[in-house]
């Protein structure tokens, strides 16, 4: 179920709101509590709010694939980054939650490769490769 015909200017509306939400409006980022996700706060040796700093940096070239129909009635639909932080390359899938508020599902290590269409690059998945 992948979804790549999502157009640049749609990419580029979806993290102004985003960085919006975050540096204007106070909106909280929920991460939800998942292994992964708890893996690498640890394996980065962060605390949860230095996710943040690195939503804040996401490009249209980060794009990885979406919008999704989000099965949380309450939520918008889910959009799927990739993003190198240190030498890893990382996985991030958010949507919004009522405004100003932010639902980060997964910010992980990539168990996969990712192709960005916006870009044409793809990155290999780094962590755990041997």
Aim: with cysteine; hydrophobic share 35%; proline share 5%.
């Amino acid at each position: 179920m992948k979804k790549n015909d999502t157009k640049i200017e749609e990419v580029k509306a979806f993290l102004d709101s985003l960085q919006s939400r975050m540096r204007f409006l106070n909106g909280i980022v929920n991460y939800e509590l998942r292994d992964k996700n708890i893996d690498f706060l640890t394996a980065m040796e962060w605390r949860s709010s230095d996710r943040d700093k690195w939503l804040m940096q996401l490009d249209p070239e980060d794009f990885y694939e979406g919008p999704y129909p989000n099965t949380d009635p309450f939520g918008d639909d889910v959009w799927v980054f990739g993003k190198l932080i240190q030498g890893q390359l990382c996985y991030i899938k958010i949507y919004f939650l009522k405004s100003p508020n932010i639902y980060c599902i997964s910010f992980h290590f990539a168990e996969f490769d990712m192709t960005f269409p916006l870009s044409g690059i793809t990155i290999k998945k780094t962590y755990g490769n041997k």
